[in-house]
């Protein structure tokens, strides 16, 4: 299944236990699917759930109070109703801050210059 992931392939991918994914999809932090046919269980990666505030924060570098400045902004959308965010706003985001740097050249030393 395209985009699915095995509890095996789960395990390798966060380096856990089997014991550790079980609490992991009871906590709800790993979506759990369960395929009626084959009745074999199928996990969503991690990355392609929403980020809470306290994930962006942490990723990003920022405060609380810079994310939601952001928000107001309009830098930085939420998902509609919510206060979370999709893995592809926050990529976006990340692009756009690098592409806004300016570079800086190199000041010629001009300490010890011949002619001075």
Request: overall charge positive; glycine content about 6%; hydrophobic content about 35%.
């Amino acid at each position: 299944m395209k985009g699915f992931l095995t509890a095996q392939q789960v395990c390798d991918l966060y380096h856990i236990t089997r014991v550790t994914l079980w609490r992991w999809a009871a906590k709800g932090k790993i979506r759990q699917f369960k395929d009626p046919k084959s009745r074999f269980t199928y996990y969503l990666p991690i990355a392609n759930e929403l980020l809470t505030v306290k994930d962006v924060c942490y990723r990003l570098g920022i405060s609380r109070r810079t994310l939601y400045y952001y928000i107001a902004d309009g830098r930085l959308v939420p998902v509609p109703g919510q206060t979370k965010f999709t893995e592809q706003e926050i990529s976006r985001f990340e692009k756009e801050q690098r592409e806004s740097l300016i570079e800086i050249k190199p000041v010629i030393d001009t300490i010890g210059a011949p002619g001075r």
